[in-house]
């Protein structure tokens, strides 16, 4: 199985591991099928995500995937973090195994899940938001490599 470069980087070197004490959202999710379980925190200030972690119980690819997407989404709106998908996820560590796309798609659902949780603390609707799922092995979809 080949990693890509950023892969073993994230893996080796993962950002923004931890939790945030006081974070805006939390959301766990996890892959009965695989064992992995995924945390993220967000700390969420006027719209924007200040800050971002997470803990990560799972495989190389799980890890990198979780610390990429708390990179990617630091900085974004809520509406940007939306658009935050398990492919911008992997595109951006340059490709996963295909064996390895279910964690890119753990890593989606915990930022959602996170977004969920924030949501209904605040007593707001975000778009395109549904409610998420304790186990992703329940989505019988498995998104097709291009």
Request: net charge negative; charged share 30%.
């Amino acid at each position: 199985m080949q990693y890509s470069e950023k892969v073993m980087d994230h893996f080796m070197n993962p950002r923004n591991v931890g939790e945030i004490e006081d974070a805006s959202g939390v959301g766990t999710v996890g892959n009965a099928k695989c064992g992995d379980i995924m945390k993220v925190y967000l700390k969420i200030e006027n719209g924007i995500v200040e800050d971002a972690k997470f803990k990560t119980f799972g495989c190389g690819a799980a890890v990198a995937t979780s610390s990429m997407a708390t990179e990617l989404i630091k900085g974004k709106t809520i509406e940007e973090a939306m658009k935050i998908t398990n492919k911008a996820v992997m595109e951006a560590l340059d490709g996963l195994p295909p064996v390895k796309v279910h964690c890119s798609c753990l890593a989606e659902e915990a930022l959602h899940a996170a977004l969920w949780d924030y949501a209904e603390k605040n007593g707001i609707v975000i778009e395109g938001l549904e409610k998420p799922v304790e186990d992703i092995g329940e989505h019988e979809e498995i998104p097709e490599e291009e």
